[in-house]
Protein backbone atom coordinates (compact mmCIF):
# COMPACT_ATOMS: atom_id res chain seq x y z
CA UNK A 1 0.00 0.00 0.00
CA UNK A 2 1.70 3.12 -0.86
CA UNK A 3 0.74 5.97 2.37
CA UNK A 4 -1.20 8.67 2.18
CA UNK A 5 1.56 11.16 3.48
CA UNK A 6 3.34 9.99 0.19
CA UNK A 7 2.57 12.69 -2.65
CA UNK A 8 3.49 11.22 -5.67
CA UNK A 9 4.92 7.86 -7.18
CA UNK A 10 6.01 7.03 -10.55
CA UNK A 11 4.86 2.71 -10.77
CA UNK A 12 5.04 0.73 -14.03
CA UNK A 13 1.80 -0.97 -14.51
CA UNK A 14 2.07 -4.79 -14.27
CA UNK A 15 -1.03 -5.71 -16.08
CA UNK A 16 -3.16 -4.00 -18.42
CA UNK A 17 -5.69 -2.38 -16.10
CA UNK A 18 -9.02 -1.00 -16.06
CA UNK A 19 -9.28 2.60 -14.80
CA UNK A 20 -11.50 5.95 -15.00
CA UNK A 21 -10.91 8.98 -17.28
CA UNK A 22 -10.90 11.83 -14.45
CA UNK A 23 -13.20 13.92 -14.46
CA UNK A 24 -15.49 12.53 -17.44
CA UNK A 25 -15.50 9.14 -16.27
CA UNK A 26 -15.10 7.63 -19.51
CA UNK A 27 -13.50 3.85 -19.20
CA UNK A 28 -10.10 3.89 -19.93
CA UNK A 29 -7.02 1.11 -20.09
CA UNK A 30 -3.84 2.05 -18.40
CA UNK A 31 -1.49 -0.63 -20.59
CA UNK A 32 0.94 -3.20 -19.18
CA UNK A 33 4.49 -1.21 -18.79
CA UNK A 34 3.10 1.79 -19.22
CA UNK A 35 4.09 4.15 -16.13
CA UNK A 36 1.84 6.46 -14.05
CA UNK A 37 2.46 8.64 -11.39
CA UNK A 38 0.37 7.95 -8.03
CA UNK A 39 -1.07 11.51 -7.14
CA UNK A 40 -3.32 10.58 -4.80
CA UNK A 41 -3.44 7.40 -2.71
CA UNK A 42 -6.80 7.20 -0.21
CA UNK A 43 -9.22 5.31 1.01
CA UNK A 44 -8.16 2.48 -1.08
CA UNK A 45 -8.46 3.80 -4.36
CA UNK A 46 -5.81 6.11 -6.38
CA UNK A 47 -5.75 8.20 -9.10
CA UNK A 48 -2.78 8.26 -11.30
CA UNK A 49 -1.35 10.91 -13.84
CA UNK A 50 -0.84 8.94 -17.42
CA UNK A 51 -0.08 10.66 -20.21
CA UNK A 52 -1.18 14.32 -18.98
CA UNK A 53 -4.12 13.21 -17.98
CA UNK A 54 -5.47 12.44 -14.71
CA UNK A 55 -6.91 8.44 -14.26
CA UNK A 56 -8.75 6.88 -11.07
CA UNK A 57 -7.83 3.24 -10.91
CA UNK A 58 -9.99 1.26 -8.53
CA UNK A 59 -8.68 -0.61 -5.25
CA UNK A 60 -9.27 -4.15 -6.52
CA UNK A 61 -7.02 -2.99 -9.40
CA UNK A 62 -4.00 -2.20 -6.61
CA UNK A 63 -2.09 -4.86 -8.04
CA UNK A 64 -1.88 -3.57 -11.10
CA UNK A 65 0.53 -0.89 -9.94
CA UNK A 66 2.06 -3.15 -7.62
CA UNK A 67 0.65 -2.01 -4.55
CA UNK A 68 -1.83 -4.23 -1.71
CA UNK A 69 -5.64 -4.26 -1.86
CA UNK A 70 -6.79 -2.66 0.83
CA UNK A 71 -9.33 -4.28 3.20
CA UNK A 72 -11.67 -3.06 5.94
CA UNK A 73 -11.85 -4.47 9.34
CA UNK A 74 -14.22 -4.46 11.15
CA UNK A 75 -13.15 -6.45 13.60
CA UNK A 76 -15.94 -9.46 15.24
CA UNK A 77 -19.69 -7.87 14.57
CA UNK A 78 -22.12 -9.36 16.15
CA UNK A 79 -24.58 -10.80 13.78
CA UNK A 80 -27.99 -8.14 13.32
CA UNK A 81 -28.36 -4.47 12.28
CA UNK A 82 -25.39 -3.06 10.93
CA UNK A 83 -23.53 -0.31 13.19
CA UNK A 84 -23.94 3.01 12.17
CA UNK A 85 -20.80 3.87 13.16
CA UNK A 86 -19.40 1.20 10.41
CA UNK A 87 -21.74 2.40 7.49
CA UNK A 88 -20.43 5.85 8.51
CA UNK A 89 -16.62 4.86 8.56
CA UNK A 90 -16.96 3.17 5.49
CA UNK A 91 -17.94 6.32 4.07
CA UNK A 92 -15.31 8.11 5.28
CA UNK A 93 -12.53 5.73 3.33
CA UNK A 94 -14.59 6.86 -0.19
CA UNK A 95 -12.14 10.22 -1.28
CA UNK A 96 -13.33 12.26 -4.65
CA UNK A 97 -10.52 11.21 -7.12
CA UNK A 98 -9.57 15.11 -7.94
CA UNK A 99 -9.84 16.22 -4.08
CA UNK A 100 -8.13 15.04 -1.44
CA UNK A 101 -11.02 14.43 0.81
CA UNK A 102 -13.80 12.11 1.35
CA UNK A 103 -16.92 12.32 0.27
CA UNK A 104 -18.66 12.67 4.26
CA UNK A 105 -16.40 15.61 5.08
CA UNK A 106 -16.99 16.97 1.88
CA UNK A 107 -20.39 17.59 2.23
CA UNK A 108 -21.45 14.63 -0.60
CA UNK A 109 -23.59 12.40 1.72
CA UNK A 110 -26.79 14.25 2.19
CA UNK A 111 -28.54 11.52 4.69
CA UNK A 112 -27.92 7.83 5.46
CA UNK A 113 -30.85 5.54 6.12
CA UNK A 114 -30.51 2.33 7.62
CA UNK A 115 -33.59 -0.28 7.94
CA UNK A 116 -34.36 -3.96 8.02
CA UNK A 117 -35.43 -5.85 5.13
CA UNK A 118 -35.26 -9.06 6.87
CA UNK A 119 -34.29 -10.55 9.97
CA UNK A 120 -30.77 -9.92 10.07
CA UNK A 121 -30.35 -8.37 7.00
CA UNK A 122 -30.60 -4.29 6.21
CA UNK A 123 -30.94 -2.26 3.55
CA UNK A 124 -28.62 0.88 3.77
CA UNK A 125 -30.52 4.06 1.77
CA UNK A 126 -27.59 6.75 0.93
CA UNK A 127 -28.66 10.27 -0.36
CA UNK A 128 -25.84 11.95 -1.91
CA UNK A 129 -24.89 14.72 -4.23
CA UNK A 130 -21.86 15.61 -6.16
CA UNK A 131 -19.56 18.71 -6.25
CA UNK A 132 -21.03 19.50 -9.94
CA UNK A 133 -24.25 17.58 -11.55
CA UNK A 134 -21.94 17.49 -14.64
CA UNK A 135 -19.28 15.40 -12.80
CA UNK A 136 -18.55 12.68 -14.86
CA UNK A 137 -17.41 10.63 -12.01
CA UNK A 138 -21.06 10.40 -10.32
CA UNK A 139 -21.40 7.01 -11.16
CA UNK A 140 -18.06 6.05 -10.09
CA UNK A 141 -18.72 7.24 -6.87
CA UNK A 142 -22.21 5.98 -6.53
CA UNK A 143 -20.76 2.29 -7.24
CA UNK A 144 -17.90 2.98 -5.09
CA UNK A 145 -20.70 3.77 -2.38
CA UNK A 146 -22.47 0.54 -2.97
CA UNK A 147 -19.63 -1.88 -3.43
CA UNK A 148 -17.55 -0.76 0.11
CA UNK A 149 -21.22 -0.67 1.97
CA UNK A 150 -21.68 -4.30 0.96
CA UNK A 151 -18.79 -5.45 2.27
CA UNK A 152 -20.47 -3.46 6.03
CA UNK A 153 -21.63 -6.83 7.92
CA UNK A 154 -25.21 -7.52 7.82
CA UNK A 155 -26.07 -4.86 4.96
CA UNK A 156 -27.75 -7.25 2.58
CA UNK A 157 -28.55 -4.37 0.17
CA UNK A 158 -27.46 -0.79 -1.06
CA UNK A 159 -29.35 1.74 -2.33
CA UNK A 160 -27.76 5.36 -3.76
CA UNK A 161 -30.05 7.93 -4.34
CA UNK A 162 -28.09 10.96 -6.34
CA UNK A 163 -29.71 14.06 -5.85
CA UNK A 164 -29.18 17.58 -7.05
CA UNK A 165 -31.69 19.44 -4.39
CA UNK A 166 -30.32 21.07 -2.13
CA UNK A 167 -26.98 21.43 -4.79
CA UNK A 168 -23.98 21.37 -3.44
CA UNK A 169 -21.91 24.27 -2.40
CA UNK A 170 -18.71 25.05 -0.20
CA UNK A 171 -19.99 25.75 2.95
CA UNK A 172 -20.90 22.08 3.23
CA UNK A 173 -16.96 21.26 3.73
CA UNK A 174 -16.08 20.15 7.01
CA UNK A 175 -14.09 22.57 8.99
CA UNK A 176 -11.60 20.06 9.05
CA UNK A 177 -11.73 19.77 5.49
CA UNK A 178 -11.67 23.03 4.34
CA UNK A 179 -8.56 23.35 6.62
CA UNK A 180 -7.08 20.69 5.16
CA UNK A 181 -7.89 22.46 1.67
CA UNK A 182 -6.59 25.52 2.63
CA UNK A 183 -9.95 27.05 2.10
CA UNK A 184 -10.96 28.19 6.03
Known sequence: MLPSSVEQRMVPVMRDCPARAVPSGTPITLPKNAFVT????????????FKGNLARVDGTDADALGLEVE???????????????????????????????????????????????????DLVTVTMTLTSPTCGMGQVLANDV????????????VDVKLVFDPPWSRDK???????????F
Open 38 to 49: ITQARGGNYTVS
Open 71 to 121: ELDFGQVEPGAPLSEHVWETLRTIYDPEIPVNIVDLGLIYDVDISEKSAGH
Open 146 to 157: RYRLNKVPNVDE
Open 173 to 183: ISEEAQLELGI
